[in-house]
Structure formats: structure tokens, C-alpha cells
């Protein structure tokens, strides 16, 4: 059974880092595309960033560009959000996905599915 467990998220100034983590048993994340979503209260559930399975080619959402970086571990069995520059509308619950069987339509939660609870960002002086 799939199973993802987010970590690190926390409180943090604005313009600070975080790196947050997703720890994935039942799969290894090689065998299909994943990504990181969030979700502020009060609004829908957007794409951050993704990877593709083999290629580990990267998108990114334009609010996020040069800001966030997406990666695996060795292993494939963590996703790695590292974010710096941290800004206010970056809070929200953090969730890493994986694309839907036989899609891949980046940063579209239609097409991803999550398996954990997420992990809080709060961005705040």
C-alpha cells in the first residue's frame, strides 16, 4: 500500500528557508511522476512543482521560479522540497502526489493523488 509521510514544515520569517520532505513507502518514486501541492484556507489546491519519473525533468509554477527546488533522494524514496525566499502567500498545508495512472499533467491536481496529511508551512514576521 502507498503511503506518504510530509515533514518540516514549521514557522518561518518571510524571506527565510524550509525544506520539506516526503518520505514514500509502498513505491518507489522512479515508477511515476510526483509533485508537491498546497493548500491555503479557503482556496483550491494548487501545484507547486513536480518531477517526471525517469527523466526527472522539473516544472514549476511561475510563483514559485527560482525560488523552490524539487528532488529524490538516491534511493527514490524522498521527494525534497527545498524553498527559500520565503513569502507570506506561501502558507499553506503541503502535500506530495503522485500523477494519476497513465497521465502526467503537471502541476494539475486533477491528475495527482495524495497518500498523507501533509505538512503546515506558516510564513510570518
Known amino acids: 500500500q502507498v503511503q506518504f509521510v510530509e515533514s518540516g514544515g514549521g514557522f518561518v520569517q518571510p524571506g527565510g528557508s524550509l525544506t520539506l520532505s516526503c518520505a514514500a513507502s509502498?513505491?518507489?518514486?522512479?515508477?511515476?511522476?510526483v509533485g508537491w501541492f498546497r493548500q491555503a484556507p479557503g482556496k483550491q489546491r494548487e501545484g507547486v512543482a513536480s518531477?517526471?519519473?525517469?527523466?526527472?525533468?522539473?516544472v514549476y509554477a511561475d510563483s514559485v521560479k527560482g525560488r523552490f527546488t524539487i528532488s529524490r533522494d538516491n534511493f527514490m524514496k524522498t521527494l525534497y522540497l527545498q524553498m527559500s525566499s520565503l513569502k507570506p502567500e506561501d502558507k499553506a498545508v503541503y502535500y506530495c502526489?503522485?500523477?494519476?495512472?497513465?497521465?502526467?499533467?503537471?502541476?494539475?491536481?486533477?491528475?495527482?493523488?495524495?497518500w498523507g496529511q501533509g505538512t503546515k508551512v506558516t510564513v510570518s514576521s
Open positions: 509502498g513505491l518507489t518514486l522512479n515508477e511515476t511522476a
Open positions: 502526489e503522485t500523477a494519476l495512472p497513465g497521465t502526467y499533467v503537471p502541476l494539475d491536481s486533477s491528475y495527482f493523488t495524495p
Open positions: 518531477i517526471t519519473s525517469r527523466a526527472g525533468t522539473t
